[in-house]
Every structure is written in C-alpha cells, then in structure tokens.
C-alpha cells in the first residue's frame, strides 16, 4: 500500500506561482508512475500531468503545457508540481495518484491518491 500526502497549496494572486509536493509513505515511489489531477468546484476531476517512475517521460494536459512542470526524486520519495503564471481558472484541489511504472492520463488507472490540496488562485 501506498499513502500519499499532497502539500504546498494556497491563495496566490494571477501570475504568481507554488510548488505543490506529493510525498509517499508506505512505499517508495520508485517504479510508480505518479500523476497530478485537479477538480475545480462544479466540475469533473481532470488531468493536470504525469510523470513516469524514472522522471525521463512527462505529459501535460493542454491547458497548463508551458506554466506547469512535474518532476520527482525518488530519494526523497517525493513528486513535484511547479506551478507558474496561474490563473483563476487554475483554482482547484489538485490531488497526486500513483500507479505501477506507466503513466496515463486517465484517472481511473491510478491505484493510490491523496487527500488533495487546496490552490486558489485570485484576480
């Protein structure tokens, strides 16, 4: 079993940036493709990004390619959000899942999540 604990929310206005962390208990998150998803209030969970177990394949959803980066260190077991020029349409609880070595962008294919953290973002 793996737990996963998502920090490093908050308000920030428009054009400012956070780090978001996901660090694992339970299991190291080597060999675990580990995804970050986002569900706003009134809609849908959607996928944000995921990165595969050795951090050499990443993928992003459309709409943060270019202001968001994801990045792990294994040894720290410990994967990243870099959020950059956000936007109010950011505003969600963005959420970490895990998932055996291939990264999807289908939410249902992740095993483990966290709890969520809160991002609201302000004009």
């Known amino acids: 079993q793996v737990q996963l604990v998502e920090s490093g929310g908050g308000l920030v206005q428009a054009g400012g940036s956070l780090r978001l962390s996901c660090a694992a208990s339970?299991?190291?998150?080597?060999?675990?493709?580990v995804g970050w998803f986002r569900q706003a209030p009134g809609k849908e969970r959607e996928f944000v990004a995921t990165i595969s177990y050795g951090g050499g394949k990443t993928l992003y959803a459309d709409s943060v390619k270019g202001r968001f980066t994801i990045s792990r260190d294994n040894a720290k077991n410990t994967v990243y959000l870099e959020m950059n020029s956000l936007k109010p349409e950011d505003t969600a609880v963005y959420s970490c899942a895990a998932r055996i070595l291939i990264p999807t962008i289908a939410p249902d294919r992740y095993d483990y999540w966290g709890q969520g953290t809160q991002v609201t973002v302000s004009s």
């Open positions: 339970g299991r190291t998150l080597s060999g675990y493709a």
